[in-house]
């Protein structure tokens, strides 16, 4: 299909015609599994964001009804999450065929940028995102996980729990190192359960054993774990969590290294805890 020049690849026709009243496509995010798929939109200087659900992307499986109820469980998330690390909703509608949430647009660019550096080229290729980022001096790469530890410190003061955030959920502005969160549709009330087993929701890279057993609970450790492994992903040999892959001083391995412990007690017990230990230790 084609809009506004810009072509993009669905399983089926499907009418975007309601896109022409928020502005003009000059993006299209088309190879999400998760069945949404979302627009860069503008309109008199002002850009937009849009996520939809309601067609079906070439790699979704699933079936439209339920990533659109999906979207539309999200609404609330982002409603009560609202802070100035994470991307802001703007609005939200019904259409004929789905469902399509606006948020401000962000000119950040996804650490897991899969549609364009795939595999090894995310860890190899000078322009991969992620590949800039790990080439950033250390305290451009501290103050991007302030932010996300800033944030989700807020998430479980809001009694929620952060769900599939992975370095896919993270939106980095290299003109004015400024971070973002997106794609919280999965952030549940806490405490909540593993309801899906081995498939529960995120990525290998920074999942905790509890996210891969069936009735586990999934609560603030969870999430501390969650936390440990991204600062690995951000600093050090991600899954390889050596101190010798580590960029940052030995206090702050430290935090890091009893976050992403197997043992959930032995890990901090709130992402507060987590927080305030880190952020002591940067200062030694």
């Known amino acids: 299909m084609t809009l506004n020049k810009v072509d993009f690849q669905l399983q089926e026709e499907h009418n975007f015609n309601w896109l022409k009243h928020i502005g003009n496509v000059f993006c299209v995010f088309d190879q999400q599994d998760s069945g949404n798929i979302s627009f860069g939109v503008e309109q008199d200087g002002q850009k937009y964001f849009v996520k939809y659900a309601g067609a079906k992307p070439i790699d979704f499986t699933g079936n439209s009804e339920g990533t659109i109820e999906r979207l539309k469980k999200a609404?609330?998330?982002?409603?009560?999450?609202?802070?100035?690390?994470?991307?802001?909703?703007?609005?939200?509608?019904?259409?004929?065929?789905?469902?399509?949430?606006?948020?401000?647009?962000?000119?950040?660019?996804?650490?897991?940028?899969?549609w364009s550096f795939g595999g090894v080229a995310k860890?190899?290729?000078?322009?991969?995102?992620?590949?800039?980022?790990?080439?950033?001096?250390?305290?451009?790469?501290?103050?991007?996980?302030d932010a996300i530890f800033s944030f989700h410190t807020y998430v479980e003061s809001q009694k929620y729990v952060a769900v599939d955030f992975y370095d896919g959920s993270i939106l980095y502005d290299f003109k004015n190192d400024e971070t973002k969160i997106c794609d919280i549709d999965f952030y549940r009330k806490s405490p909540s359960i593993n309801d899906l087993g081995k498939d529960f929701w995120g990525s290998n890279r920074s999942k905790s054993p509890e996210e891969y057993e069936l009735g586990s609970p999934i609560d603030s450790i969870t999430n501390v774990f969650n936390l440990g492994a991204i600062s690995f992903g951000l600093l050090g040999g991600e899954m390889d969590r050596s101190f010798s892959k580590w960029d940052a001083n030995q206090s702050l391995y430290e935090v890091a290294i009893r976050a992403v412990e197997e043992d959930r007690n032995k890990r901090y017990s709130t992402v507060r805890d987590f927080y305030e230990d880190w952020k002591v230790a940067i200062k030694q």
């Open 123 to 145: 860890y190899t290729n000078p322009k991969s995102p992620y590949y800039r980022f790990k080439n950033l001096e250390v305290e451009k790469r501290l103050k991007a996980l």
């Open 75 to 114: 609404l609330p998330v982002y409603q009560s999450l609202e802070h100035p690390h994470l991307i802001k909703l703007l609005d939200y509608f019904s259409t004929e065929n789905g469902n399509a949430v606006v948020f401000q647009w962000f000119e950040g660019e996804c650490l897991h940028s899969h």
